[in-house]
């Protein structure tokens, strides 16, 4: 998974490039956390919990949100957004798979979130700036993301996700049956629930965002707990693996978004357990320790020397402090355990184009490509790509690479502007002669009903 070296510092990598993420004032916008292990495990958790919906779990998107309130909620399609606030302050994995099961029953409730009938329209661009803004921040361009997300997101916010009571309800139910038919225990929705218990109380301007836009009541809860506790898997402890896997995730979204000194107090020196390490050497990175968190790295490795995510670690450790040839090595090594991890392919490949050397270009090339094909939706190797097709005079394909990049960002006059650019130098009637013909006329459409404006995935 990715990485981190300074803080807010927009990473082209791993939590880094393979999470390309922006640290952004929480108090301004929030932002998208890409991460190969999180996505990894977010999807690893929920698909037994998707399966028992009779969902598909491929169709099902669940995101990261960089945002410190207790929060989770269901956007218009099958589009699951988790705060990493909840995931810091979920005790245990079935609490945070609680969540997911709550969640799922609003997807296959049909509770799908509409603007209220008094939303005035600054604030429907408000939301879409928030959701398709961090996508392009994710997707590798900060700048153009930053420019896509306005002011006033948390009011914005609370309007877009309320729930009628009748729905939280009915996904409450249903997410207890798909618990159970997961075969987990109820427990972790349970004490999810307990922890918000007292937020009813506050003032709305002190409460979570999970309250206000999941409205909790006494009967609400007590409903819930009736049906879970005639679960046969209500006392069943959490799967030992995936609490492993969780505190990681846990630990490592800690060392990235706390500050060095308030990890290191949840994490100090003498914890030596494997999450403990990990926080650390995200904290260390970012408070520019390379040496200790190279070491820290290391220790990781030398215990689990097959875990691609700690040698994913260590190469962006590497990339960072400009050891840039010294990292691919150790980018290949991760590939090797994790061959078609698509964030990893990424890193790798901008490590083999940094140093802007031809026998580095040709393998590159072979990286990002590959990148792309497990994932389209990676702007960043797009961008990648067409560097590395425009240093070997392949103008053809730059110009296709970067059509793909901005259509992925809904900027549609530049998406056609490069579309075209690639039709006129390409090979009629090849595959990406097609492909740049479908990218002009689905930007051309966007360009006539929306003036180019609309942003999108």
Same mark, same amino acid.
């Given at each position: 998974?990715? +990485? @981190?070296?300074r803080t807010?510092?927009?990473m /082209?990598?791993?939590?880094w !490039?393979?999470?390309?993420s ?5 108090a301004a916008?929030q932002?998208?956390l %890409?991460?190969?292990?999180?996505e990894w495990?977010l999807?690893? @958790?929920s698909?037994?919990?998707l ?5 598909e ?5 669940i995101?990261?949100?960089n945002d410190r309130?207790?929060?989770?909620f269901v956007?218009?399609?099958q589009? !699951?957004?988790?705060h ?11 609490e ?14 049909? +509770? ?12 429907? @661009?408000?939301?879409l700036s928030?959701? #398709?803004g961090?996508?392009a !921040?994710?997707?590798?361009s900060?700048? $153009?993301? &930053?420019g896509i997300?306005g002011g006033?997101?948390?009011?914005a916010?609370r309007?877009f996700l309320?729930?009628n009571?009748?729905q939280?309800?009915s996904?409450?139910?249903a997410?207890a ?9 109820g427990?972790?929705? &349970?004490?999810?629930f307990?922890?918000l218990?007292?937020q ?9 965002p999970y ?12 409903r ?5 506790e005639?679960?046969?898997y #209500?006392d *069943? ?23 060095? +000194?308030?990890t290191?107090?949840i994490?100090?020196p ?5 999450p ?5 050497v995200?904290?260390?990175? *970012?408070?520019?320790?390379?040496? *200790? ?9 030398a215990?689990?020397p ?6 994913e670690?260590k190469?962006q450790?590497l990339?960072?402090n400009g050891?840039v040839?010294?990292?691919?090595p ?7 355990? $994790? ?5 990893i392919?990424? /890193? ?14 040709t393998?590159?090339?072979k990286v990002?490509? *590959? ?6 939706e ?9 560097i590395?097709y ?9 110009d296709?690479?970067t059509a793909?990049?901005y259509?992925m960002f809904?900027?549609?006059?530049e ?7 690639a039709?006129?130098?390409l ?11 479908? @990218?002009?006329?689905?930007?051309q459409?966007?360009i006539?009903e ?5 942003? %999108?995935?």
């Open positions: 998974m990715p +990485h @981190i070296v807010f510092f927009v /082209a990598c791993a939590f !490039i393979s999470a390309q922006l640290a952004v004032n929480e916008a932002s998208l %890409r991460d190969a292990e999180a495990f999807r690893e @958790i698909t037994p919990i399966l028992a919906a009779g969902l779990p491929r169709a099902v998107n995101y990261l949100i309130s207790l929060n989770a956007s218009s399609g589009n !699951i957004f988790i990493s606030g909840l995931v810091l302050a979920a005790d245990n994995v079935d945070l798979i609680g969540v997911i099961a709550h969640e799922t029953g609003h997807i296959s409730g049909g +509770h799908l979130t509409r603007f209220s009938d008094n939303i005035q329209g600054a604030n429907a @661009i408000s939301i928030l959701v #398709l961090a996508a !921040i994710v997707a590798g900060p700048d $153009a993301g &930053i997300i006033g997101q948390q009011a916010v309007n309320s729930y009571r009748v939280e309800a996904a409450d139910q997410g049956t798909f618990l159970e038919q997961a075969g987990v225990s427990r972790g929705l &349970i004490s999810f307990d922890k218990r007292d009813e109380y506050l003032l709305s301007v002190n409460q979570d309250v206000r836009s999941h409205p909790l009541t006494g009967d609400r809860i007590a819930l707990e009736s049906r879970l005639q679960s046969a #209500l *069943k402890p959490p799967d030992p693996v995936h609490e492993y896997w969780f505190q990681r995730m846990k630990a490592k979204l800690a060392g990235f978004l706390n500050p060095p +000194h308030a290191l107090q994490y100090p003498s914890n030596t357990s494997i403990a390490r990990y926080a650390r995200y904290a260390y990175n *970012k408070d520019l320790d390379w040496d *200790k968190a190279l070491a820290e790295a290391d220790s990781l490795i215990e689990v097959d875990d691609p995510f700690f040698h670690i190469g450790i990339f960072e050891r040839e010294e990292s691919i150790v980018f290949k090594k991760a590939i090797a355990i $994790a061959p078609n991890q698509p964030l392919l990424t /890193a790798l490949g901008h490590a083999l184009a940094a140093p802007e050397k031809p026998e580095y270009d393998e590159a090339r990002l490509e *590959k990148a792309v094909s497990v994932d389209r990676n702007p960043f190797a797009w961008y990648q790509l067409a590395i425009g240093r070997s005079g392949n103008v053809a394909l730059a296709l690479a793909e990049r259509s809904g900027q549609a006059r998406a056609a502007y490069y579309a075209n650019r039709i006129n130098k090979d009629e009637g090849t595959p990406n002669w097609v492909r740049a013909q479908d @990218i002009l006329l689905y930007a459409a966007d006539e929306n003036g180019g404006r609309r942003r %999108r995935r």
